[in-house]
């Protein structure tokens, strides 16, 4: 008998439908009116919860509008009463996958409202190690479900500073890159932590045995233009540094870009030799720039102007550990660049008799290295040597 009522039941299911009328075959399903009530009650979570007892089919435009307003007041509501919670998280994180949701740009933006909101209240709430890492993992979920949908620089930003601002242990270039490859990366490539961490990034680009243009390639994908409009003052500063890495890598990108100057060329091949060089392609350039200085007066002098700015100014290669090495340096120096060798020897005579003050201490740190240098003493009038036998004891 039972089995007779069911059988009756889905015949007339059948039938209903044939005219347009939905009906329920099993227990508990909603129909089309169902969620029209729920609307007006603004019962999001019961309406969510049945929206897709109706069949695909019947989905129309009614439909959708009421799903789309219904998924906005939702996540509208949890963040009005800041009900930030796991259960809430993962049912927005469900609802951001719903085809039928996916032109609705209001949803998304409280999605993306929402799971920073949850993810700060988690990191600032839960100081055991273990919640900090369900936390983790919540980040985690919550930027792949993003990356699958759209590139969002400005949602990667956030996430960087939430991780920076709770020490979170993850890769901040994995949220860089998506600021520093896009067109808002005009409003943030200026800032230092974004442009060291670019700058790492793209010094081990420059380390690849790769081929130039694929090298190239790579560069341009990470940086946009509008990010090379603040990255190439900031790799000026960094092209005079006294850290040799930044040095190469910046002179690279630089002439990658081509924005050096003919006289920015010659001021980095020649601080290139100065601070102590490296064997390779650039060793030969710098030599080569430095012998051309040598033969032109006024070029040198533009050159030799910089480098008095410097503090302490350069001058690794004259406590060189290899003898043979400094003694080659030390004569082309005085050959090509005498002004200079003659001015840091001055420099370093006015320090030891303070004839003038520095603020920042010795300004010519290898002074002592370069007067206990025979090869540097054939270069030095016995004049300037008197003074600091005089000034030393020496």
């Known amino acids: 008998m039972h089995l007779a009522r069911q059988y009756l039941a889905v015949i007339l299911c059948l039938f209903l439908m044939g005219h347009q009328v939905l009906c329920a075959t099993k227990p508990g399903l909603y129909n089309i009116s169902d969620l029209k009530i729920l609307k007006e009650q603004k019962n999001f979570a019961e309406f969510l919860e049945h929206a897709k007892d109706i069949r695909p089919s019947l989905r129309d435009q009614q439909w959708s509008e009421m799903l789309s307003e219904m998924a906005t007041g939702f996540t509208s509501s949890k963040l009005k009463h800041k009900v930030f919670n796991k259960t809430t998280f993962d049912y927005v994180e469900s609802l951001y996958f719903w085809p039928s949701l996916a032109s609705n740009v209001t949803f998304f933006v409280n999605r993306d409202n929402y799971g920073l909101s949850y993810l700060t209240y988690c990191f600032k709430t839960n100081s055991t190690k273990k919640w900090r890492e369900q936390c983790v993992r919540d980040l985690l979920v919550f930027w792949n479900n993003t990356t699958k949908n759209s590139s969002k620089p400005d949602l990667a930003l956030k996430i960087a500073e939430l991780i920076k601002a709770h020490n979170i242990p993850l890769n901040l270039w994995d949220f860089y890159k998506e600021v520093t490859s896009s067109k808002i990366s005009f409003f943030h490539c200026n800032k ?165 003050v520095y603020v920042n201490g010795n300004p010519t740190i290898e002074c002592h290295a370069l007067f206990k240098n025979h090869t540097a003493l054939k270069f030095i009038p016995s004049i300037l040597q008197t003074k600091y036998k005089l000034h030393t004891g020496l």
């Open 192 to 356: 230092p932590h974004i442009q060291k961490t670019l700058l790492r990034e793209m010094g081990k680009i420059i380390d690849l045995q790769v081929d130039k243009n694929k090298r190239a390639k790579k560069l341009n994908e990470i940086a946009h233009e509008k990010c090379w409009l603040h990255l190439v003052p900031y790799l000026k500063e960094l092209v005079y540094s006294f850290s040799k890495n930044e040095r190469m890598y910046a002179y690279y990108l630089l002439s990658f870009k081509q924005e050096l100057a003919p006289f920015e060329k010659d001021l980095f091949h020649t601080l290139f030799i100065l601070n102590g060089p490296t064997i390779g392609p650039t060793y030969n350039n710098a030599w080569s720039t430095i012998q051309q200085l040598g033969e032109n007066f006024k070029r040198r002098l533009v050159v030799i102007e910089y480098l008095k700015k410097f503090d302490p100014l350069p001058g690794e290669i004259f406590a060189h550990r290899d003898p043979k090495v400094k003694n080659v340096l030390i004569e082309f120096i005085a050959k090509n660049l005498p002004e200079y060798l003659d001015y840091f020897v001055k420099t370093c005579l006015d320090y030891l008799s303070g004839n003038k």
